[in-house]
């Protein structure tokens, strides 16, 4: 279905505000794989783009975080599409992600028609909650 209130519309990239831009970094390139991309900006200013490897996605990292900031405009939880996500919640928790839901098959029943996902959750280097997602 395409929208036609505006045609194009897709998510160009979800960023984060890290309150320890290192280890965020380190944990999304070395632990999850993502490649960088293009960055700017120095210090608390400083910007770095992630590609996460497979098709479209990018993850727009910033530096200059803080605690005080995290309530501002909380979002739930970043959902990565996966090829397997049992694989890819170990792979987070061996990068040192915090456990916070594992891996698990979750039947819906939704409408038009139902449908069963495989679903994992950790929280990354600044609490972020991260889900590994995939429609089985």
Do not use: C
Request: glycine residues 12%; negative net charge.
């Amino acid at each position: 279905m395409e929208n036609k209130k505006i045609p194009g519309l897709t998510i160009a990239h979800l960023a984060l505000k890290a309150t320890d831009f290192d280890k965020s970094y380190k944990f999304y390139t070395e632990g999850l794989g993502m490649i960088p991309y293009i960055s700017w900006g120095e210090g608390d200013g400083h910007v770095q783009m992630l590609k996460f490897g497979s098709g479209a996605g990018i993850l727009e990292l910033f530096a200059g975080g803080s605690d005080a900031e995290a309530e501002l405009g909380k979002y739930v939880h970043f959902a990565y599409g996966v090829d397997d996500v049992d694989q890819a919640y170990e792979t987070a928790l061996a990068a040192g992600a915090k456990p916070l839901t594992p891996p698990k098959t979750v039947p819906l029943d939704s409408k038009p028609e139902k449908v069963t996902l495989r679903i994992a959750f950790v929280y990354g280097p600044d609490n972020e909650q991260i889900e590994f997602f995939k429609m089985i």
